[in-house]
C-alpha cells in the first residue's frame, strides 16, 4: 500500500451505493417520477374518458352502434437505441454519459394499448403499440443506471455519486423546478379585493378548495359571497371561470329540506345573531334556485345540462340530466365521487364563509406556507401526460369522424381493425414524446387547459454543475411562481413565521427572486403517496376511521343527515372528505391517539399522515377555523420532528406544525413561557438549508452575510465532477489543489463534500498594509499563489456541425485529393494550416493561440473549406476531440466535432475571491515574498492579506472564530467542528469557542487571542502592534478579468453612425453616457470631452458651405475626381475617415445650391451630426449652420 | 568596506552559528542594523540562485492530471543546485559553448501493473551526457532504475536500501494500469524572485533578541503562587521558578515572542513594570530553513556574495555619477 494514499473517507465502501444523505437531495424528483411510472401512467389512463363515434348514417339515440376507443394501458420501457436494426451487435441500451456527449435527448419508448369496441357486438379488442419515445428521468426507476453501484457508475462514465433526478434534453441536464401551489383539499377563507370585480354584486369574500382528483388533476372550486345575500358557486373550465348560483348546485347534489340545511350551516357559527344570520342565507340561496324553477336534483342536473351542453363538447345522445351529471362529475369536487360528501363539503365551506363573513373566523393568508404544497416533477408530467393523451385521443376522433364522412359504410367489426388503425395512426402523429421534449427544455408549456396552473414558462431550469453546491440547490429549490415575480408588492416575499424548519431563512438569493425563490431546510422533504387510487387508499381512510371512531370521534356513513350536533363539535377531513365531528372536548384524546397511530407504523395509518387539529379560538372569534384536517397525498411538505415523550421521530407537516408546540433547544436550561411541549425539534440547525448549513460558525455572524455566502458558495470554482473526460458542458471551472477545510460544520461529511471540495485553507492576515487593501481588495503572496494557490483551470467545448445533406466532411484539404482523385493544391485560398490534422481536428495537448484554427470542415463537391477559430482571446490547451453522429430533427443524420480545451486560469490581478462568510474580495496585488510581512517567531508568510475595515460594519464574527480555530486545529492536528448553534445543542457544557480555541492556542505557544507578532518585510522593523493572523478556508469565485476586460484602442465601428460598437465580444467600447459627459462638463475638462466623444468616436471631416450653411449641399465634382482616381486608391489606406473625400480632393467641391465652391470650407463634426441632417432632410427639414469666425 | 577608513562609527558585523544541521542554520549576527539584516534576509529568499525544472516538454501524458498541473508539480521538485554557480541564467546567456544554461531531466514511467503506482521524484532521468552537471538532482534522490515500460522495476530505490522515514522522494503523481507520462524536461538557475520554485529556503527569519530584565523588588511583593503564575502567563517558557530560591528567574530569552502576555498579567495584577522586556537594537537571531537544494551555511555565504554583488554595483555606479559630477563641476 502507497503512503501516500488518501484516507477516502467520502465514499461509502461497504456498500458501493449512494449515501443516504445524498439520496435525499433529489429524492422528491426521483420519488414523484418513479410514482408516475408506476401509478401515474396508469392512474391517467383509468381516469380518461374515451372516444365514442357514432356513424354519420345511424340514428342518434343511446342504443345505435358506435365506435368506441380507449387507452388500456400506458407504459414507458428502459432507454434504448431508436434504430435498433441498423446497431443490432451493439447494446440496444443508452446510457446517459451518451446523450450527454452526442446532444441527444435521454428518451425510452412509452408503449400503450388501446381498446375498441365496434357495433353492438360487445368484444373488446385490444392492440399494443409504441406512442413515441419519451424522455425519462436519470436514475429513475426505468433508467438504465437504476440500481448500479458506484463502481457501475463509473464504468459507464458517470459519477460514482450519481444522484440523477434529471433530464437529459440534447445533451443538457435539465431539472423540473419544485413550484410552491395552493394546499390542495384545505377550504381557504379568502378576503381579497378582486373578488368584487366579477359583478356588481360580489363582495370581497369568498372559500376556496383546490381539489385533486386520483390521476393528480386538479380544479378548484370557490364560493363567493355576494351583497344580496346569495353565494355563487365557481369553477374554472378551459381557463374560463363559470358563475353557477350555489343554491342551483345544492339542489343537484341532495335531496333535503331546506331546514336541514339551515340547521347544519348554522351551526358553524356562535352565537344566536350569527346563526341567524346563516339561515337567513341559505333561504335566499334556495329561493333563487327556486325562481329558475329548481326545485329538486332531476330539475337542477337538467337545467345545469342545458346550460353547459357546448362547453362539456356533449355528445347528441347525451341528455340533459346525463350533461348535469357529467358536470358536477367532472368538475365540482373532483376528489369526491359520490353527491353526498359533495354536498356536505359544499355546506362546510358556506360554514366557513358565513363564519368568514360575520368576522367569526380571519381569512387565511395565501402567502403562507401552512395553505401551501409543492408541485413535483412526477406529477406535473402526470397532468402533462394526461392533457396530451386527451388531446391525441380527440384527434383521433377527429380522424375517425371524417373516416366515416369519407366512407360511411363501416359498420362491421371488421371495419373497426382498419378503424383503430387511423385511430392510432393520429395518436402517434400527435407525438407525445416531442411535446415533453420540447415542454422539458425550454420549460414552456404550451396547453389547452394550463393545466391548473397559474405560468406558462419557467417550469424547468438547467443543472448547472458550476460546482456541487450550486448543483444540489437546485435539486433543492423551490419557487414561488412566475406570477410573483412581476408582482409589486413584497408581501409574497416575506419570511414567515409559518415556514420555520421548511424553507431556510438565509438561503434566499438577493435582488429581484429574493423571498420568492427559496430553499428547502436540509431535512424537510415532499410527500409522495405509495399510491393514490384503488383499494390501498381505502385501506388506509379505513384505518384512520378505526382510529377516530375508537378514540371518540362521529363517523358519518355517507349520510347528509347530519343530526342534531353541538356547535362545539369540530368536522373532521380527510383530504378533503368530511369523515365525521369531534367534540371538541374529545379532540385532544382524538389526535393524540391518530398520533400514537401514526408513528406506531403497526396498524396501516401512514407515517405521512398530517393531522391538523386547527382547535376553536377561546374568543370565538378571529382565529382561523376550527376543524380536524388530516391529509394523507402527495406533494406535502414535510420534516422530522421527535415527539418529546417517547422520543420517537414524528413527520409532520406544515399545516399542522402551525398548531402544534414545538419545543426547540435555544441553550436555555428551562423551557420557555409555553409549559407543555409535545414535540422537539431535532436541533435548532434544522431550519438551515443544505448550503446555509455549511457555512461555519454561522451563527456568529450578521445574517445578510450568511445570505451572501450561500450565493457566493454557488459561484466558487472547485471540483464540480469527476468524469471530465466524459462531459462536453460549455463551461466547467476546475481548481487545482482543493482541500478539506480545518473548521467545517457537521454536515460538511454527511453530504461527502470532500468528493467535491471547493476551497483552500489560506494563511490570512488581518493588516492594513501597502495600500493595496483598501475596500474589500485582498493581497495575495506572489510565492504562495506560484505554488499552487487558488490555481484553476476552465474546460470550454465548442461543438462544430456538419451541414445535414451536404457532402461536408472534416478535414483539410488534401482530403479531397484522395477522394476525387483530382488533386487540389494546398493554396492560398486552402493554405495548409498546421494547427490542425489531416482529419481536420487539433491535436490533443497541443497548445493554441487566441485566433488560431480549431477545427476544418472540407466540403468534398465543391472544395470548399470551413475553418473554425477559436474563440476568446487567450490560449487554450486542445484537450480532447470527439466527433459523434446522431439523428437530426428532420431524420438526417448529423455528425459533430466538440472539441473541448482548457484555459489557464491562475490567479491574476482582479480576480475574485471570498471566504465563507461572505467575505469578499478582489486580489489586487500579488506581493513578492520578501516583501511580505512576516511571523517573527516562525518566519511564516501569510497567503493572504486583509483590510481590518472588513470587519466592523459587516460584524462576521464567525470568521474571526474559523481564523482562530483553524489556527488551532492545523496547530492540534485535526479538524475542527464549526456547526451553529453549539451552544444551543449542549445545554449543560457551554465554553465559548474563542474560549476553547485560545485556550488551545495557548497550550501550543501561542497567543491566546489569535495574533503574532509580525515583522514589515520592507523595511525589517516589528510593527508596533501584533496582528491577527489564522487560518480561513478561501473560495476562489468564477469571476474572473479574464472574462471581463474589456479594452479598445481602434476597433470596429457602427456602419451607420461610425460610432464605435458595443459589446465586449465583438471588440468594442464601453458606453461613455450621458452621465460620465455631464461629469466631464461639471469638472470643465473640455478637452477630455472632445477626445472622448469627439476625436475617438465618430469624428468626421466634411465640407460645409458657409454660404448657405448647409452640410448636404456640398458635393465633388465628378468630372474631377474621375481623373484622380489612381491618386484615390494609392491614397486609401484603409482608414477611410480619416482621409475623407475631402481631404484628397481639396477645394475641388462645390456647393450644389450657391453654385460656387468658395464658400465651402472642411469641418470635423461628428458623424452623426450629419447622418442626423441627412435624416432631417428626407423629412423636408434643412439644418443650416452658421458659420463664423470664433476668433473674433 | 574597506578596514583603513578609520571612521569610529563603523561596525564591525559579527556572525557566529549557533546551531546547524542538514537544512537548517541558526546564526546570530551582531553589530549591525535592521537594515542589513533585512537585506540578508531578503536576498536569501529571492535572490540566492538555485536550479529548478524551468521547461517541459510533454510527448505522453495519458494520466488523469492535465499536462499545465503535472508541469507545474515538476517546478516546485527542489533540485540540488551546487552548480547553479556555474551556471550561466537564460537571460543572461551570451550564446558562448562553455556556460550551460538547461540541464536535461527526463521522466518516463508507464504503469503496468494493476496497483495504482506512484511516480515520485525518484522516477526523474538525469541525463548522463552532461556528466559534470548529474549533480543536479532532486533532493534525497535515489534512481528507481525503472526505466520506460519496464514492468519489473518497482518503484522502490534499485539500491534496494530502503528509504528512511524522513527521506522520502516527492510524489509527482500516480498512474493506473496502461497510463504512461513520456515528459522531456530542462532545468534551468533562476532566483526567488521570478518564481517561487527557485527560492532555496523554506523560511528565512530573524528576530531581535530581547533583553528581559525582572524588577526584583516588585517580584519579591508577589506571593509563591502568583510567581508561578506569572511564569506560566506566557505561553512560551521565558521565565523559571526556581524552586530553591524561590525566585523568578530568566530562562529563555530567545523563545519569547513579543506577545506580551507576562506584561498583561502584571498590568492586571495591578504590577507595572515587574518585568522590562526591549527589543536589542543591534542583535539579530537568524534562523535559515534550506528547501534542500543548498546547504543552508552555502544560502547564508551565497546570499553575502549577492549582497557583496550588489553593493560593488551601487558604489561603481555611485564613482560614475561622482565623476560625472565632478567633471561638471570643473567645466
Redesign the interface.
Known sequence: M????MKCDGFDQGTGYLPEALRGVARNHLASFDYFLDHGLSDVVRCLDNISIQPSGAQNTSSSPRFKMWFENISIGRPIREDTTAVRARDPRVFPRECRESSNTYKAPMLATVAWTFGDVGAIFRREFRICMFPVMVASKVCNLFGFSQDELICRGEEGHEMGGYFILNGNERIIRLLVQQRRHYIMGMKRKAYSSRGPIYTHYATAIRCSANDEHTSTVRIHYTSDGSARLVFVHRRKEYFVPAGIILRALAEFSDSVVQAIVARGLTGLGAQVFAIERIRIILGEAATFGIHNKVQALAYLGEHFRAQLDANPWETNFDVGKRLICEHIFIHLQSDEDKFNLVLLMMQKLYALVAGQCSADNPDSLMHHEILLPGILMQIFVREKLQDALHKAKIALNREFEENPNHASADDGEWLSQVAIEAITKTNIGRLAEYFLATGNLSSRTGLGLTQTSGFTIVADKLNYMRYISHFRSVHRGAYFAELRTTTVRKLLPESWGFLCPVHTPDGSPCGLLNHLAASCYIHVACESTGEARDRARSQVLKVLSSAGALILHGSTSLGSAPPAHLTVMLDGLILGFVADSDAKVVVSALRAAKVSGSNGVSSHLEIAHIPLSSCGYGGAFPGLYLFSTSSRMMRPVIQQQNRITENIGSLEQAFMSIRCPDGRQKPTCIAEHAHEENGPGTILSVVASLTPWSDFNQSPRNMYQCQMAKQTMGMPLHSFCYRPDTKIYRL?TPQRPVAMTGQYDKYQMDNYPLGTNAVVAVIAHTGYDMEDAMIVN???M???LG?A?LYKTETVTLVAGSDENFGQCNVIQQKLGSPIAFTEKHPFDPDIDTDGAPRP?SIKQAGSTLCSVVDRSTGRVRLHKIKGSDHV?I?RVSISSGKASKGQTETKMSVTV?C?RNPIIGDKFSSRHGQKGVLSFLC????LP?I?????RPDILINPHAFPSRMTIGMLLESMASKAGALDGRFIDASPFQAANDETHIISPTREYGEM??K?????SG???MVN?L????FDV?IFVGLVYYQRLRHMVSDKFQVRSLGPNNPLTQQPIKGRKAGGGIRFGEMERDALIAHGSSYLIHDRLHACSDRHVTSLCTYCGSLLAPGANIQMAATHQVHASGAGNGQGRLHSFDDIFPRKVSCRVCNTGTGVHNVALPFVFKYLAAELAAMNIRIGLEVGDDRV | MSKADGDPRQRRPNIVVQEMTEDTIKFVLTGTDTSIANALRRVIIAEVPTIAIDLVEVIENSSCLCDEFIAHRLGLIPLVSHKAADMEFPYDYAGDDETVTDVPIELRVKCVSDQTEDVTSNDLLINGDYTQYDTVKPVHYRPSGRAFGDATASGAPADGSQADGDKHPILILKLRKNQEINMRCVARKGVGRDHAKWQPVATAVYRFEPEITINEDLMATLTEEEKIKFVESSPTPVFRYNDQTRKVEVNMPESYTYDGECLKWAEDMGKPGLVDIRAKEDTFLFTVESTGALPPETIVLNALKVLDTKLEMTKSELDIVKSEMDTAGVE
Do not use: C, F, V, W
Open positions: 502507497s503512503r501516500y494514499s487545482h506572489k510565492g504562495a506560484e505554488r499552487g490555481h483551470t495537448g490547451i484537450d482548457r489557464d513578492p515574498e520578501e516583501d512576516y517573527e517567531k516562525s518566519g511564516s492556542l495557548r501550543h505557544g501561542y497567543n491566546y495574533s503574532e507578532t518585510g523595511t525589517g522593523e516589528r501584533d
